[in-house]
């Protein structure tokens, strides 16, 4: 199984995710990055519980998370994951962390 953890810190988080959405509920800053991390590690947990293979992507996002990584992995490690993934970040057109179209060339 593959889980996408970019942060442990829930304050790092914040500054990946805009929001995270349980059921019909959207919640925005600490506390869905919070929420977030927090199902991020029960989902590993109880995976490991059934003895399933645990691979985590963590996407490195350069003066974001670049200086978490190793915080990252150290938790994943104590969480018994089998595979740290660690992926360059490629910004998308007209997203946040990418360039707005009108910017580029055409």
């Known amino acids: ?4 953890v970019c942060a442990v810190d829930p304050e790092i988080g914040k500054r990946i995710y805009s929001w995270v959405s349980d059921g019909n509920v ?3 800053g600490l506390e869905g990055a ?4 927090s199902r ?9 519980q059934f003895g399933i293979t645990v ?3 963590c ?4 003066g974001v998370n670049d200086h978490h990584v190793k915080a990252v992995a150290k938790k994943m490690k104590e969480m018994g994951v089998d595979l740290l993934n660690c ?3 490629f910004p998308n057109v007209n997203t946040p962390s990418g360039i707005s179209r009108s910017r ?3």
């Open 26 to 28: 959207v919640y925005r």
């Open 55 to 57: 691979k985590v992507n």
């Open 40 to 48: 991020q590690l029960a989902a590993i947990e109880k995976l490991k």
């Open 34 to 37: 919070s929420l977030l991390l």
């Open 1 to 4: 199984m593959t889980i996408t």
């Open 87 to 89: 992926m360059a970040m």
């Open 59 to 62: 996407i490195i996002i350069p």
């Open 104 to 106: 580029t060339k055409r």
